[in-house]
T-cell receptor
Framework: QQQVKQSPQSLIVQKGGISIINCAYE??????FPWYQQFPGKGPALLIA?????SEKKEGRFTISFNKSAKQFSLHIMDSQPGDSATYFC??????????????FGTGTLLAVQP | DAGVIQSPRHEVTEMGQEVTLRCKPI?????LFWYRQTMMRGLELLIY????????DSGMPEDRFSAKMPNASFSTLKIQPSEPRDSAVYFC?????????????FGEGSRLTVL
């Protein structure tokens, strides 16, 4: 129940295209859903995050769509660029800022944007 | 701030040897996390501390693994004895309960190879 399932494992997109990565969870107590971006040889870094009181959050070319009833959320990268090539992780936690602050990560998606 | 600092960046050792990984969190952060990253399992939470106290070590794979946080600016993850299946990248991350984004700040990782 603590798992976060992420797909696809890898993704190849042409420059200018839309990249879509999907995640699903079981634990309805999760209330914080961030996406992290990781470049080779570096640690993951926060990209964008959403709480379940909204269905969508947009920051520049990056959008999180959240479907509470389906227990799914996804990352959309519009106008994908070669510089977006990285590994993307979805994650979930319960009560961030509260008792636990324990982030559970998906298995990651390796995105390659071809020029 | 220098960010989360981990050492060593790379470690190659032989099976049976003791391995100690070190982490200096961002000053003022009250949470510290140890994650392990492998291709097969992605990012796994091993243990996390709040105000230097271990809160959840349910992710520690077995008794060969131990972690300590003797003060707010230093933590160690020890593997004794090490085995080839421990080969992975180990990340340390820190965060602040006061953060309204819930952001984890990761170090650049320690790549461990056990021969």
């Amino acid at each position: 129940q603590q798992q976060v399932k992420q797909s696809p494992q890898s993704l190849i997109v042409q420059k200018g295209g839309i990249s879509i990565i999907n995640c699903a969870y079981e634990n309805t107590a999760f209330d914080y859903f961030p996406w992290y971006q990781q470049f080779p040889g570096k640690g993951p870094a926060l990209l964008i995050a959403i709480r379940p009181d909204v269905s969508e959050k947009k920051e520049g070319r990056f959008t999180i769509s959240f479907n509470k009833s389906a227990k799914q959320f996804s990352l959309h990268i519009m106008d994908s660029q070669p510089g977006d090539s990285a590994t993307y992780f979805c994650a979930a936690s319960i009560s961030w800022g509260g008792a636990t602050n324990k982030l559970i990560f998906g298995t990651g998606t390796l995105l390659a944007v071809q020029p | 701030d220098a960010g989360v600092i981990q050492s060593p960046r790379h470690e190659v050792t032989e099976m049976g040897q003791e391995v100690t990984l070190r982490c200096k969190p961002i000053s003022g952060h009250d949470y510290l996390f140890w994650y392990r990253q492998t291709m097969m399992r992605g990012l796994e939470l091993l243990i996390y501390f709040n105000n230097n106290v271990p809160i959840d070590d349910s992710g520690m794979p077995e008794d060969r693994f131990s972690a300590k946080m003797p003060n707010a600016s230093f933590s160690t993850l020890k593997i004794q004895p090490s085995e080839p299946r421990d080969s992975a990248v180990y990340f340390c991350a820190s965060s602040s309960r006061d953060s309204n984004t819930g952001e984890l700040f990761f170090g650049e990782g320690s790549r461990l190879t056990v021969l």
